[in-house]
T-cell receptor, first 112, second 118 residues
Framework: ELKVEQNPLFLSMQEGKNYTIYCNYS?????LYWYRQDPGKSLESLFV?????AVKQEGRLMASLDTKARLSTLHITAAVHDLSATYFC????????????FGGGTRLMVKP | DARVTQTPRHKVTEMGQEVTMRCQPI?????VFWYRQTMMQGLELLAY????????DSGMPKDRFSAEMPDATLATLKIQPSEPRDSAVYFC????????????????FGEGSRLTVL
């Protein structure tokens, strides 16, 4: 059974600080996805990482993938309040098409 | 503006009643998923369709849940009879499977159907 684990589960940080969210998974995969969810809202796709060593950046967020370590990171640079949300990583095993298994989510609160 | 459309957005019902949730996937997407989100269990996959055929429903309680795709523009998730433990947000998502099928495999989610069973 595929397991996807995120840590931390909850993160409270000050504006302007940097931090990293980690996503570990238990099976062979070369595709990993990051999503954002605001309270009471849908999931919004942030990044699609399709190969070992892939790095994607959008604004203050940067995601990377190490398929050998089965690890993805989501790095937050100089956090701002608007980044407050829950962030999910999701993995598609190599033989499962786009059937995604999600991590438990990291709830991020950025305080002024 | 292509998006996944779900109805109803909110549903309050009493235990034992039948509940039907509907989803219109993005035109051209040939994979459709139903996920359930709760605080305790997070996001759980309930059902997976490809080209309207059910490929995986191992996460779905078979005795009371059923999922179908009557046509390419409609997916349904039915609960009969509903129970209080079914209270959750149910998300439908659609996508294109992999690079082979011209997609990066990401899923696009609807706004969800928030179900409360009293």
């Amino acid at each position: 059974e595929l397991k996807v684990e995120q840590n931390p589960l909850f993160l409270s940080m000050q504006e302007g600080k940097n931090y990293t969210i980690y996503c570990n998974y238990s099976t062979t995969s070369d595709r990993l996805y990051w999503y954002r969810q605001d309270p009471g809202k849908s999931l919004e796709s942030l990044f699609v990482l399709l190969s070992n060593g892939a790095v994607k950046q959008e604004g203050r967020l940067m995601a990377s993938l190490d398929t050998k370590a089965r690890l993805s990171t989501l790095h937050i640079t100089a956090a701002v309040h608007d980044l407050s949300a829950t962030y999910f990583c999701a993995v598609a095993p190599w033989n499962a098409g786009n059937m995604l298994t999600f991590g438990g989510g990291t709830r991020l609160m950025v305080k002024p | 503006d292509a998006r996944v459309t779900q109805t109803p957005r909110h549903k309050v019902t009493e235990m034992g009643q039948e509940v039907t949730m509907r989803c219109q996937p993005i035109l051209g997407h040939n994979t459709v998923f139903w996920y359930r989100q709760t605080m305790m269990q997070g996001l759980e996959l309930l059902a997976y369709f490809r080209n309207r055929a059910p490929l995986d429903d191992s996460g779905m309680p078979k005795d009371r849940f059923s999922a179908e795709m009557p046509d390419a523009t409609l997916a349904t998730l039915k609960i009969q009879p509903s129970e209080p433990r079914d209270s959750a947000v149910y998300f439908c998502a659609s996508g294109l499977p992999t690079l082979k099928d011209r997609g990066a495999g990401e899923l696009f989610f609807g706004e969800g159907s928030r179900l409360t069973v009293l």
